[in-house]
């Protein structure tokens, strides 16, 4: 399974990036397939991925969503990603890949915080808001996907 880190900054300064292509080198032998970062400000978010779902560069991480203004960076597997797909869509979402990855940034363009009790799987994320400025972390119930932070 794919790799993720970050780092938030809490006082005025800029992510040091070194320090998160240290934690990306770290986490190679988690994703063979891709490697990706992304920074907005405050925050930075690291990527390995390692392709299982969408093969496509679509799915690469972190993944951006020009139109919410939210960053994901995200490990797991969504086995409902097919209906909440379904389900988004009808809301009026449009989907620029085929993985589960987009299936969660539109699941919490939708319904917030509350996106987790609507997928099933085992997984760990960061969401950022790039409007907000806010960040949102959440695993799945089991801790089957652990997801670690540290201040």
């Not at 890949?97 to 085992?122: F, N, R």
């Not at 799945?140 to 540290?150: A, F, H, V």
Request: hydrophobic share 40%; glycine share 10%; with cysteine.
């Amino acid at each position: 399974m794919c790799g993720i880190c970050g780092e938030l900054r809490l006082d005025d300064q800029l992510p040091q990036l070194q320090h998160l292509n240290a934690m990306m080198a770290k986490l190679a032998r988690r994703g063979p397939d891709h490697i990706g970062s992304f920074s907005d400000g405050r925050l930075a978010f690291g990527h390995r991925r390692l392709s299982i779902i969408d093969l496509s560069y679509q799915s690469n991480q972190p993944m951006v969503d020009a139109e919410s203004g939210l960053a994901i960076v995200f490990n797991g597997t969504i086995y409902n990603h097919p209906e909440l797909r379904a389900e988004l869509q009808a809301k009026g979402h449009h989907f620029f890949s085929g993985g589960d990855t987009e299936v969660i940034l539109k699941a919490y363009a939708e319904w917030g915080e509350a996106a987790p009790s609507h997928l099933l799987g085992m997984f760990a994320f960061a969401i950022w808001d790039m409007r907000s400025g806010t960040l949102f972390l959440a695993r799945d119930r089991m801790g089957i996907k652990p997801l670690y932070y540290t201040r």
